[in-house]
């Protein structure tokens, strides 16, 4: 199976680092986006650019941000399948923006800084690792503050599409002590998408606390969406 991991906000490839060679052992071609960040419809375009290079089908994979971005591109027909990241999963004309306040702000919201043209970046600290990142090991964090890319506001307020979940069989992998986006919005969000959900402990982060989890997670969606073709 094709697989094609999207990044979230501020992301790079890197989010994806402990989980490639595990999807990679497990028989799986691998593709990971880097995304331009200027905008959903952008970052649309170039993820689903990134799918018509596989030969499919496709399992599209998306943490947080990129949960927005896979709901869109995920209406390429070789895409078979989506799974979601403590990812934001939108429904037809609807922002990530909206979905975020709908909900208490999340903890993070103490740590963004908006730019002179209104791009988004987050302001790490030894306070900010304490609350949104405890359960990173040091080494993690450097990959984190690496990624660091600044991410246009065009990507939190463009509505998305009519989303591919809507048709496509869906898993959801909820972070329970996420301070990036609220536990109850991921919830509320698989709930709606009638998604196949698992739950782990931890934050955000959970591409590199929960690799294995992480991959076990889409390899199933991957077999799942074999044995139905």
Known sequence: ???????????????????????????????????????????????????AET????VLAGHSYGGAVISNAGRHPRVKGLVYIAAFGPDEGETVNEIVERYEPAEISKYMRRGPNGEWKSEPSPEFWDEIGPDLSPDQRVIVETEGRKS???????????????????????ADDDRTLRPQAQQDMATRMKATVE???GSH?????????VADMIHAAALAVSAAS
Do not use: C, K
């Open 152 to 174: 246009e506001n065009l990507i939190f307020t463009q509505p998305t599409g009519i989303p591919a979940w809507r048709r496509l069989p869906s898993w959801y992998l909820v």
């Open 199 to 201: 739950h782990v402990p």
């Open 55 to 58: 030969t499919g089908p496709v």
């Open 1 to 51: 199976m094709d697989i094609v991991l999207v990044h979230g906000a501020g992301g790079r490839p890197t989010t994806w680092a402990a989980v490639e060679p595990l999807l990679t052992a497990l028989g799986h071609r691998v593709f990971i986006v880097t995304n331009p960040l200027t905008s959903l419809e952008d970052d649309v375009a170039h993820t689903t650019a990134a799918v």
């Open 205 to 213: 982060y959970t591409t590199l606390v929960w690799p294995r989890r």
